[in-house]
């Protein structure tokens, strides 16, 4: 089967023939991929930087992670799947006999592996999961959004822990997450939404996706535009999703007293300066977010999904045959689109 594969430890992807994955486990899934979408930490592998470098382990490997595709056999002990359901799944693959996977919490597993990251990933035509990561969803579901339910995933897990009700939320980072939770606080009962963005195209981005207000903060400061539009009070719900240190801060001192802070962003060093005094006079609560919650998030953006609440049109910006996939990561890379989709087999 063909395969996108990091051959070796340098700049670049490799269209290549590869064995087909077999079923080897009484709990494993086979299926074939459809579309497949490009991820950050997929451009991370392309390019090659530091951090892939130190993250993967061991190469060749087959990159990718976000997905939907059709079961073709399923292992004797597979339920919840069977042959000629459309699938997506969680990149989180969790033991199922930890702590954690046994208090509900299986996307912070004590054995987590990342799929494309510590295993082979899904930019194939086939591939085999085990049952535990999979949910069955409706064909109705458009399959180039479908493909993207895993970051939908993360901006759903970040937005929902707090209660948008009537709320104004701050989102830094327009970046295709960044979009995703903009798009969700809307459907999830926010009054006004407030997105920071560095880059003119994702600021356009926002606007098209339904942001009351994008704010620049290269000339602009975020905390004093947040304060005069409530009355010094502050924002009610912070969600951070650019990953930069000071759009981090600008959110926290953006805040309102008792207010609540999401973050997904991931930061380049692992030690950053953190406005901390401020969150601790503010009696701010704050989320640290990590995947999704398996399985609340994914019913729910199956829900939103399946009764068209939830529109990523103007998310998902690009859908390329597999063949172009140099193409794609070089677009995805220059940060001039949303999300890039990768059109692997026909239905
Ligand atoms: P992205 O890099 O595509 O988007 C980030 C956006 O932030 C970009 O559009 C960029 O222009 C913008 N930005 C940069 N500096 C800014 C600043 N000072 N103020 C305002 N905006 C600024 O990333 P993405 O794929 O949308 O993901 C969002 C973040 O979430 C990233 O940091 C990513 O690493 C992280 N992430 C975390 C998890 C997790 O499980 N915690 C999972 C996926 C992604
Ligand atoms: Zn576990």
Redesign the pocket.
Known sequence: MKAIVKVEPKKGFSLVEVNEPTISFSHDVKIKVLKASI??TDVHIYKWDNWAKNRIKSLPQIDGHEFVGKVIEVGEEVKNVKPGDLVVGDSHIPCGHCYHCRNGNMHVCQSLKILGVDTNGVFSEYIVLPDVVLLKIDESIPLEYASVME?LG?AIFTTTVADLRGSLVLI???????LMALAVSKISGASFVVV????EY?SKMAKDVGADLVIN?VNNSVVDKIMELTDGLGADVFLE????E??LNDGILSLKNTGVASI???YPEDRINFEMNAAVFKNLTIHT???RKMFETWYLSASWLKYKKLDLSKIVTHQFDFNNFEEAFELMAS?QSGKIVLNVAAD
């Open positions: 991820c950050g970051p993360n830094t980072g327009a970046g295709p997450i960044g920071s963005e560095i880059s994702r903060p999703m650019s990953g930069n000071s759009a997904l962003g991931v977010i990590t995947g940060g």
